[in-house]
């Protein structure tokens, strides 16, 4: 008996580490109408002597964390990982700081993490809107464990479209990246002629140095959560789905 408990746990263990890398899955649809819940992500740089700084990470960001170690030490899927926890801003806003070392790293992927109470079993299909209006697919991958839902949303488009617009190592931000990068729009970004102006004005010197800090535009991002039950909508709060845990992400990279 003992031996077939611990072989039980072995194999668990295994099939948790093979979830690290599972396939993305990938949603053409347009985003849900009525029958969907808008998450809103900001992401911004963090500025020195700000008052507001980074966010000491969530018990299920350590779980997470932990777990990538423990495969690592066991020789399954090693590879380094860095977490950011997110800042809940009402019920449905959720905030990350990035700071400069952040956007330095060879990221090889970046994934948004959301833990999900599904009492009804729904189907949960993510959409972002800013990948849904460029013809492009939204990536994600989901796990159930009884009536919760995890939620993996492929966020490396993101992470590699800021490092455009800062410029990567050596550079300083521009105008001409922030126009290359096609999540960087005109329609999204509020007060445009103002902050690249700014940017413009710093492209010489670091986004994060001093009185450059804020040249960087907040970066506002829309998460919308599609909900259906065999194979007709259903609104995602009426069977209630809602956020378990405060987001967060990981970065991947070498």
């Known amino acids: 008996m003992w031996k077939r408990w611990r072989r039980g746990i072995s194999e668990t263990h295994r099939e948790r580490c093979a979830e690290l890398e599972v396939p993305w899955l990938e949603n053409t649809r347009k985003a849900p109408g009525d029958n969907g819940t808008l998450l809103q992500l900001r992401v911004r740089p963090l500025s020195p002597g700000a008052s507001r700084g980074l966010v000491f990470p969530g018990k299920s960001l350590f779980s997470f964390v932990r777990r990538v170690y423990r495969c690592c030490q066991e020789g399954v899927n090693c590879r380094s990982v860095k977490g950011i926890q997110g800042r809940l801003r009402g019920d449905a806003d959720v905030e990350f700081v990035f700071t400069k070392e952040i956007l330095l790293l060879t990221v090889m992927r970046a994934e948004l993490h959301l833990q999900l109470s599904n009492p009804q079993h729904l189907d949960i299909h993510p959409v972002l809107p800013s990948m849904s209006k460029h013809s492009l697919p939204t990536r994600y991958s989901l796990g159930s464990r009884g009536d919760t839902v995890e939620l993996r949303v492929d966020l490396l488009f993101l992470f590699r479209s800021l490092q455009e617009v800062v410029g990567g190592a050596g550079r300083g931000p521009s105008l ?21 102006r700014s940017l413009q004005q710093d492209a010489g010197s670091d986004v994060w140095g001093d009185g450059a800090a804020n040249a960087l535009p907040d970066l506002d991002l829309g998460l919308i959560l599609g909900c259906s039950q065999d194979g007709s909508g259903v609104p995602c709060e009426a069977g209630g789905v809602h956020l378990s845990h405060t987001p967060f992400m990981t970065l991947y990279y070498r």
Request: charged share 35%; aromatic share 10%; hydrophobic share 35%.
């Open 176 to 196: 001409a990246n922030m126009r290359r990068v096609p999540f960087f729009s005109k329609e999204d970004l509020p007060g445009e002629k103002s902050s690249l």
